[in-house]
């Protein structure tokens, strides 16, 4: 079965780094997306990204993300200067076109900032 | 603003039992999603309800959507310990033409005892 894929599995970076995560998302998808959960919290929506540019992102969101599809196949999580409070797992997902797909996630990447 | 709320957030269960978790939402969406997680695991997909009245069932899993009582259940049939895991329901908000953000409810962490 088709899946998405996460890089890395887990990152520990210092306060104040840049981090980027990257994911591939299913092939013949079309929307992409990334979440967080803080452990032990729910899941919480971060951005979600369709025809090349973000069609929505959340207030959590801040000047501190983006994200980026390079090359048609990667979509990346940038966080440009990493706080504490950024330590979460970070889950990539997507969905084909139409509404009411299933929304497939991957396997997240752990991220510790110290 | 669209919440959703699931109860119970933690359920200790037999095997052989039934339960039921629940699974309310605040604005109107005909759109639900159940996913299941392990501990450090990532989202795996259960079910899709698109429409009122549907019912869909897997194994001991059954899910059903009622979308006038804004009210969606997992019924748990005969548990056995294998469904042990974290169980989030989550809601689109109405359609706006593709982002399809979902909005996760805390999680009902299940545990079944021998």
């Known amino acids: 079965e088709p899946e998405v894929t996460q890089t890395p599995s887990h990152q520990v970076t210092q306060m104040g780094q840049e981090v980027i995560l990257r994911c591939v998302p299913i092939?013949?998808?079309?929307?992409f997306y990334w979440y967080r959960q803080i452990l032990g919290q729910k899941v919480e929506f971060l951005v979600s990204?369709?025809?090349?540019?973000?069609?929505?992102k959340s207030e959590i969101f801040d000047d501190q993300f983006s994200v980026e599809r390079p090359d048609g196949s990667n979509f990346t999580l940038k966080i440009r200067s990493t706080k504490l409070e950024d330590s979460a797992m970070y889950f990539c997902?997507?969905?084909?076109?139409?509404?009411?797909?299933?929304?497939?996630f991957g396997e997240g990447s752990w991220l510790t900032v110290v | 603003e669209l919440k959703v709320e699931q109860n119970p957030l933690f359920l200790s269960m037999q095997e052989g039992k039934n339960y039921t978790i629940y699974c309310n939402y605040s604005?109107?969406?005909?759109?639900l999603y159940w996913y299941r997680q392990d501990p450090g695991k990532s989202l795996e997909s259960l079910f899709v309800?698109?429409?009122?009245?549907a019912v869909k069932q897997e194994g001991r899993l059954m899910a059903s959507l009622d979308t006038k009582a804004r009210l969606s259940t997992l019924h748990i049939t005969a548990a056995v310990h294998d469904l042990s895991a974290t169980y989030f329901c989550?809601?689109?908000?109405?359609?706006?033409?593709?982002?399809?953000?979902?909005?996760f409810g805390k999680g009902t962490k299940l545990t079944v005892n021998p």
């Open positions: 604005t109107t969406s005909d759109r």
């Open positions: 092939s013949n998808h079309l929307y």
């Open positions: 990204f369709y025809n090349n540019e973000i069609s929505e």
């Open positions: 309800l698109l429409s009122n009245g």
């Open positions: 989550a809601v689109d908000p109405p359609f706006r033409g593709g982002s399809e953000k979902l909005v």
């Open positions: 997902a997507s969905r084909a076109s139409e509404a009411g797909n299933t929304i497939y």
